[in-house]
C-alpha cells in the first residue's frame, strides 16, 4: 500500500541526506529567501522535491511557484534565509 503524502512529508531519499533535512522544518511557512543571480523571494515554501525548494508567491496564488536549488541558499536565522557564499 503507498505511503499517504501529507504535509511536512520527507521521503526516504531527502531523510538520507542532512542538507535537505535542515529546509523541512520551513515547510508551509512564509520564509525570505535569498538566491544567488536572482535576489530576493518571499512566499510560503510548497515542498522540498529533487534538491529544489517550491516557494509559493502568497500575493499571486494563480502563478507557478519558484524553483530554487538548495544549492543556492543557506540558513542563517528563522524564517530567513539568505545567499551561499562561496
Known amino acids: ?5 501529507s504535509i511536512g512529508y520527507v521521503p526516504q531519499e531527502l531523510d538520507d541526506n542532512p542538507g535537505i533535512n535542515q529546509y523541512t ?3 508551509g ?3 525570505t529567501v535569498g538566491v544567488r543571480g536572482m535576489g530576493v523571494a518571499k512566499g510560503r ?3 522540498i522535491v529533487n534538491g529544489e525548494m517550491l516557494l509559493q508567491k502568497d500575493d499571486r ?3 507557478p511557484p519558484i ?3 538548495i544549492k ?4 542563517l536565522e528563522p524564517k530567513t534565509i539568505i545567499p ?3
Open 45 to 47: 515554501v510548497e515542498q
Open 84 to 86: 551561499v557564499r562561496y
Open 67 to 69: 524553483r530554487i536549488s
Open 29 to 31: 511557512r512564509i520564509v
Open 72 to 75: 543556492d541558499i543557506a540558513m
Open 61 to 63: 496564488p494563480n502563478t
Open 1 to 5: 500500500m503507498a505511503k499517504r503524502m
Open 25 to 27: 522544518q520551513y515547510i
